[in-house]
């Protein structure tokens, strides 16, 4: 290169893949053993709670104390003004958490103009009126959402219970149950069963239910001695399967034309529970899938056949083999936390800034522990395949320690201490892959390091013979290329090589001949005075 005897090589740096450690994240909210369902909610289950029984225990410690939550309602008179005020219980309503829950728009809010009545409000509304001693039925009421001055301890208001539901429901809204692969690393298959034989046994329940309160409802509006109390009856027995407007409108009274108004009231209902009834009965056609957790797909979408798509479905499943492991893995949550049994706290607030189901579950917890249900923050954290005193992936490596290789990393939101042992059913919020790239990465540098010594000429050099009409001669071409490489030296000379003749420099070479025999310059004229 040096020498110019051939152009430099191109320099070419090879681009890997950038290799790391990959890791998966996923929280579940988790449960273990028989449902417990908070106080103050009715005894009797309604449908949706007989079919989601965990459901809806988690719902009523989201949502907190029915009996304590204090639902206002005004009476109006002509003029607009409030003529009286009652107050009303929420557990007098004999609805489920998981009524409350799914009887809300998610996408609504009791403070935005004109925003329609849920079904919940309507629901006490409806209440207000039809309960001995209530109202009217003809009273025009409303329901007061603000916060009353003299609630006592503990005590929350409807407003409350309606936003904190909203906000349980963009929670679940898309979200679906745990199986036993969500708590096995991603190179595992087949470790667990899911309980395909109790998850059945609740669809077919609730499709009968379905069938039963659908054709209850068309017996009562074919029937010529059908009341207005029956009908209000079999209007509630099937909005509790989601299907709406179910709250009958006219809460009280037994004239013909009311009669006549519930039945129509009745007829509508039933073209929506009909559909689903519909869907339900393709759904049974389907052929029966062998594997498990595509058999566990096809009764989830059966259950949503009859509440409606948003429903979500929790089968109950073991963890076989594995639940050794998983028991040992929790057992040492706060080891692998560094000792800090705090630091999936810390871990859970940064990726609820990026991560909108964390947000979500942690708007909903929130939520619950400033109410006092019961429900709060309690993240355990279980990292598979498990290794006695190995740092969890979701906190920084120790600087002179590696990140444990292909890990799982299972963050468990509980509300009691899991029994790997009994059956297990679970939420999965959200799960994501991520690669810790690598400290060092090996690359190259390609050149080809035997390049051609061919170029393209740089100049040509034309030569005649120096005697006019004689042949060339090999010592002819040879002094002639002495001489032109002795010209092109005398070229390059430099005013370091001439010393100190250099100050004369620049200065010009003129051909001069006294004779005229050869091309010259006349400076004669130039020096003139």
């Not at 110019?4 to 273990?32: Q, Y």
């Not at 309960?131 to 916060?147: I, V």
């Not at 050794?324 to 057992?331: P, R």
């Amino acid at each position: 290169m040096a020498q110019g005897d051939a152009p430099p090589p191109e320099l070419d740096v090879a681009h890997p893949a950038r290799s790391g450690t990959p890791l998966t994240h996923r929280l579940l909210v988790l449960f273990s053993g028989a449902p417990v369902v908070n106080a103050g909610w009715p005894a009797a289950a309604s449908s949706r709670a007989t079919a989601e029984p965990m459901l809806n225990a988690w719902a009523s410690r989201l949502l907190g104390d029915a009996g304590k939550a204090r639902c206002t309602i005004e009476r109006l008179d002509a003029t607009g003004a409030v003529a009286e005020t009652r107050r009303l219980m929420l557990n007098a309503l004999g609805v489920a958490p998981l009524d409350v829950l799914y009887g809300v728009d998610a996408s609504t809010s009791p403070t935005q103009p004109n925003a329609a009545l849920s079904d919940i409000e309507q629901r006490v509304i409806y209440v207000a009126k039809h309960m001995t001693g209530g109202f009217d039925p003809g009273a025009d009421l409303r329901l007061q959402h603000a916060r009353p001055g003299d609630l006592a301890a503990g005590e929350t208001t409807l407003f409350d219970v309606l936003e904190q539901a909203r906000a349980a429901g963009r929670l679940i809204a898309g979200l679906r149950g745990a199986d036993p692969e969500d708590l096995n690393p991603p190179e595992r298959t087949g470790v667990g069963t899911i309980d395909l034989t109790e998850l059945e046994a609740r669809v077919v329940a609730a499709e009968k239910a379905l069938s039963a309160a659908h054709s209850g409802l068309g017996a009562l509006v074919a029937s010529a001695t059908k009341t207005a109390e029956a009908l209000r009856g079999g209007l509630l027995d099937l909005g509790a399967f989601g299907a709406g407007p179910a709250v009958p409108v006219i809460s009280g009274g037994e004239s013909a034309a009311d009669v006549a108004v519930l039945a129509a009231q009745a007829a509508a209902l039933m073209k929506t529970s009909g559909v689903r009834l519909d869907q339900g009965g393709a759904l049974r056609a389907q052929a029966v899938a062998t594997d498990p957790r595509a058999r566990a797909g096809q009764l989830a979408d059966r259950m949503r056949a009859v509440f409606g798509q948003s429903f979500v479905v929790l089968p109950r499943f073991g963890c076989g083999m594995a639940s050794t492991e998983l028991s040992g893995a929790l057992a040492a949550s706060q080891a692998v936390q560094g000792g800090d049994e705090l630091a999936a706290n810390g871990w859970f607030v940064q990726h609820a800034r990026l991560r909108e189901p964390l947000a979500q579950l942690s708007a909903c917890l929130r939520g619950a522990e400033v109410l006092g249900t019961g429900e709060r923050l309690n993240l355990s954290v279980a990292q598979l395949p498990f290794i006695a005193n190995e740092r969890w992936v979701g906190l920084p490596p120790n600087p002179n320690g590696a990140l444990a290789v292909s890990k799982l990393s299972l963050v468990l939101q509980t509300t009691a201490p899991i029994d790997t042992a009994e059956p297990l059913t679970g939420l999965v919020i959200d799960e994501w892959t991520e690669i810790v790239p690598s400290m060092a990465e090996s690359t190259a540098i390609a050149f080809q390091f035997a390049p051609p010594d061919a170029g393209a000429p740089q100049c040509l050099l034309l030569a005649v013979p120096p005697v006019p009409g004689a042949d060339w001669t090999v010592d002819t071409l040879r002094q002639v290329l002495d001489e032109t490489h002795d010209l092109a030296k005398l070229r390059a000379v430099d005013a370091e090589m001439l010393g100190e003749m250099a100050q004369y420099l620049p200065a010009l070479m003129l051909a001069f001949n006294a004779k005229d025999n050869a091309v010259s310059t006349d400076v004669a004229p130039l020096i003139r005075a």
